[in-house]
């Protein structure tokens, strides 16, 4: 997957077959009915290409769910209700910000950034202000183990060890990253997301946006764990902020519940070939 999109076509097949083997062992089952949540901004040819994928994989029937009302879902957010509610969704390629109500999308923004940006984020200023390189699994221990989306009251803040290789002489090199540092690498990245929540308030209807003032945001996907992101967000836009009790698990859980409750939510599932 790339930017919540699949990239490897011959490999996602190969994925999905081996989970459906994994659920359905018997033969009687080998064609499921599969629902896969795509962002709200993928392309009628990436649903086309992703859609495939999962027949191919041996699907009898491939929906499609948009990642906001699936995170929103699995949250236990009550979006078939009257009144507006707001989920900003960070995955690891997009972040998907969208206002729901009456169980469907009023208002949905999808931006490119999540969890990969913020990863060449941080290796980008290791390279660029330390001459250090260092690779992507590094980087997304830093992210996860000090990341945060505001700069330390002290300055600093906590700190750790990396090693990577010099640009400069080209030899392994360990230094050591505080968490000023990252805040730093990432305000660009968390900036865009703050940028993203408030585009996607302007666009609110008056009605549903005094909706979501008493309600707050939800931050749903493994990048809403960065630290103090919730914060950030609160300060740029003065809303009560919660972080979901399964963040990193919300979409699929939600993709689950809405094959469960099918016939109820069957609008806002996209079953054309």
């Known amino acids: 997957m790339r930017e919540g999109v699949i990239a490897d076509f011959d490999s996602a097949e190969e994925m999905i077959k081996y989970f459906i083997k994994k659920v359905f062992k018997r033969t009687t089952f080998s064609k499921p009915k599969v629902i896969v949540c795509v962002p709200h901004g993928a392309t009628p040819v990436e649903k086309r290409a992703i859609r495939q994928s999962v027949l191919s994989a041996g699907a009898r029937k491939a929906g499609l769910i948009a990642e906001p009302i699936a995170a929103a879902i699995g949250a236990g957010m009550p979006i078939t209700d009257p009144t507006g509610s707001m989920v900003v969704d960070i995955g690891g390629g997009t972040t998907e910000v969208a206002v729901l109500s009456l169980g469907d999308v009023v208002y949905a923004r999808s931006v490119r950034i999540g969890g990969d940006r913020m990863d060449e984020s941080i290796i980008n200023y290791l390279r660029r202000s330390h001459n250090l390189l260092i690779g992507e699994s590094t980087a997304e221990r830093v992210k996860t ?58 666009a609110t209807p008056p009605d549903l946006g005094a909706d979501i003032v008493d309600r707050g945001v939800m931050l749903t996907g493994g990048g809403a764990m960065l630290g103090d992101l ?44």
């Open 230 to 273: 919730d914060l950030a967000l609160r300060e740029q836009t003065g809303l009560s902020i919660t972080l979901a009790d399964q963040p990193m698990n919300c979409v699929a859980l939600g993709t689950g519940k809405a094959l469960e409750f099918e016939k109820q939510l069957r609008h806002v599932i996209d079953y054309d070939s």
């Open 145 to 202: 183990q000090i990341g945060t989306a505001r700069m330390p009251d002290d300055g600093r803040g906590a700190a750790m060890m990396v090693r990577g290789r010099d640009l400069l002489n080209g030899i392994p090199k360990e230094m050591e990253i505080t968490q000023a540092m990252v805040a730093e690498a990432l305000a660009e990245p968390v900036q865009q997301i703050c940028e993203a929540v408030m585009v996607a308030l302007e």
